[in-house]
């Protein structure tokens, strides 16, 4: 069974930077596609961030775009979320989730069989 463990939420002021971990453990097969999502206290859950775990190919929402970049070590089995410029709206509890196709397919949540626990993100003035 794969598990997904989420690291490196915080508080952050605007403009500043974070740096979240998805760590995963219990696969046998690189042919997931790992989606970060997030969720603000009263809103829904809505994607962020995907990247197809084998292949490398990468997808942003346009509210994230220019600011956050996905990636991934396949020798530490980590996909990582690099989040820069940081606005308050992008406040929320992360989560990172898998997906047990070989490419990223979009942020609908209830295609991806596999979720973190989630990491805080605040970003305060």
């Known amino acids: 069974q794969l598990v997904l463990v989420e690291s490196g939420g915080g508080l952050v002021q605007p403009g500043g930077s974070l740096r979240l971990s998805c760590a995963a453990s219990?696969?046998?097969?690189?042919?997931?596609?790992i989606g970060w999502f997030r969720q603000a206290p009263g809103k829904e859950r809505e994607g962020v961030s995907c990247?197809?775990?084998?292949?490398?190919?990468?997808t942003y929402v346009d509210s994230v775009k220019g600011r956050f970049t996905i990636s991934r070590d396949k020798a530490k089995n980590t996909v990582y979320l690099q989040m820069n410029s940081l606005k308050p709206e992008d406040t929320g509890v992360y989560y990172c989730?898998?997906?047990?196709?070989?490419?990223?397919?979009?942020?609908?949540?209830?295609?991806?069989?596999?979720w973190g626990q989630g990491t805080q993100v605040t970003v305060s003035s």
């Open positions: 990247i197809s775990y084998r292949i490398g190919i990468t």
């Open positions: 989730a898998a997906d047990r196709g070989l490419f990223c397919s979009g942020y609908v949540a209830s295609k991806y069989d596999y």
């Open positions: 219990g696969f046998a097969s690189d042919d997931y596609a």
